[in-house]
Nanobody
Framework: QVQLVESGGGLVQPGGSLRLSCRAS????????VGWFRQAPGKEREGISF????????YYADSVKGRFTISRDSAENTVYLQMNSLKSEDTAVYYCTAGGASNWNLHFADYGVHYRGKGTLVTVSS
């Protein structure tokens, strides 16, 4: 079955860390660029991180730069999002997408997106 599945969300205290996983099945994730998005209740979707298919170069939105790290493990067919120094405003559903766009601008505008996960909930609260 071809799918993209996120995991690793949960409840964490402010200042804590979580690692989200975006695992592909039925296709080779290494051939695709991958983006992470989040959507908080009542807010618009926000593209927060991207890793290219060509050289794994990363992109981070200003809201997460310096706190989040995106990485790819081709052997595991997975892209990770390490989230440190979490804040209450990071609370959202996080989901990943895979596609052929060569840069984050296009990917975040949904150009060339082939696969979408259903999301994992991250709650940052004391």
């Amino acid at each position: 079955q071809v799918q993209l599945v996120e995991s690793g969300g949960g409840l964490v205290q402010p200042g804590g860390s979580l690692r989200l996983s975006c695992r592909a099945s039925g296709f080779t994730l290494a051939y695709y660029a991958v983006g992470w998005f989040r959507q908080a209740p009542g807010k618009e979707r926000e593209g927060i991180s991207f890793i290219s298919d060509s050289d794994d170069s990363p992109y981070y939105a200003d809201s997460v730069k310096g706190r989040f790290t995106i990485s790819r493990d081709s052997a595991e067919n997975t892209v990770y999002l390490q989230m440190n120094s979490l804040k209450s405003e990071d609370t959202a559903v996080y989901y990943c997408t895979a596609g052929g766009a060569s840069n984050w601008n296009l990917h975040f505008a949904d150009y060339g997106v082939h696969y979408r996960g259903k999301g994992t909930l991250v709650t940052v609260s004391s």
